[in-house]
T-cell receptor, first 110, second 115 residues
Framework: DAGITQSPRHKVTETGTPVTLRCHQT?????MYWYRQDPGHGLRLIHY???????DKGEVSDGYSVSRSKTEDFLLTLESATSSQTSVYFC?????????FGPGTRLTVL | AQSVSQHNHHVILSEAASLELGCNYS??????LFWYVQYPGQHLQLLLK??????LVKGIKGFEAEFIKSKFSFNLRKPSVQWSDTAEYFC?????????????FGKGTHLIIQP
């Protein structure tokens, strides 16, 4: 599946703590994305990147930041996690105008 | 802004029944259209896509979808479902050109196939 891995796959944390999720791809894709999936909402775009150090906000970017210092890695940071950020987070890449998704990270904020 | 509407949030069918899941989108320009499937506990997998050309597209596992431009619709169909089709199905829209912008997803349809 387009060589995408995400880490960690599961994480439980407490309100107010910082959290960083990692997306790693092995096929040198230019575009990378972070989505969150919540029941009744489908997937919503958090941030995306169109190259190293080039990122932009998506639909639900508040409370999240991203960084891309290397082509292969796209990091999502929750500066101070809140319970509303409990979700499943998916990373995606674009190849041939089609997006392919990573396995997801299930994050629980207590 | 784009929006995607999936008409049915939950669908329950018996094996061998025919399936049609509705999807309508709102966007002023030309779009790329997708259906993704998410099996329980797994990530999203591409079922099929439409970029241009023949409006009837065929995907994996016997699924097909028809793009009707005048109705802004991209409905998913399968003539005979199987128990293994139990999953969540998402319709998604993206701008043409394959640029950086992400996809806009519908809220999903949870399909349950009863044996």
């Amino acid at each position: 599946d387009a060589g995408i891995t995400q880490s960690p796959r599961h994480k439980v944390t407490e309100t107010g703590t910082p959290v960083t999720l990692r997306c790693h791809q092995t096929e040198n894709h230019r575009y990378m994305y972070w989505y969150r999936q919540d029941p009744g909402h489908g997937l919503r775009l958090i941030h995306y990147s169109y190259g190293v150090k080039d990122t932009d906000k998506g639909e639900v970017s508040d409370g999240y930041s991203v960084s891309r210092s290397k082509t292969e890695d796209f990091l999502l940071t929750l500066e101070s996690a809140t319970s509303s950020q409990t979700s499943v987070y998916f990373c995606a890449i674009t190849a041939g105008s089609t997006q392919y998704f990573g396995p997801g990270t299930r994050l629980t904020v207590l | 802004a784009q929006s995607v509407s999936q008409h049915n949030h939950h669908v329950i069918l018996s094996e061998a029944a025919s399936l049609e899941l509705g999807c309508n989108y709102s966007y002023g320009g030309t779009v790329n259209l997708f259906w993704y499937v998410q099996y329980p506990g797994q990530h999203l997998q591409l079922l099929l896509k439409y970029f241009s050309g023949d409006p009837l597209v065929k995907g994996i596992k016997g699924f097909e979808a028809e793009f009707i431009k005048s109705k802004f619709s991209f409905n998913l169909r399968k003539p005979s479902v199987q128990w293994s089709d139990t999953a969540e199905y998402f319709c998604a829209v993206g701008e043409t050109g394959g640029g950086a912008d992400g996809l806009t997803f519908g809220k999903g349809t949870h399909l349950i196939i009863q044996p």
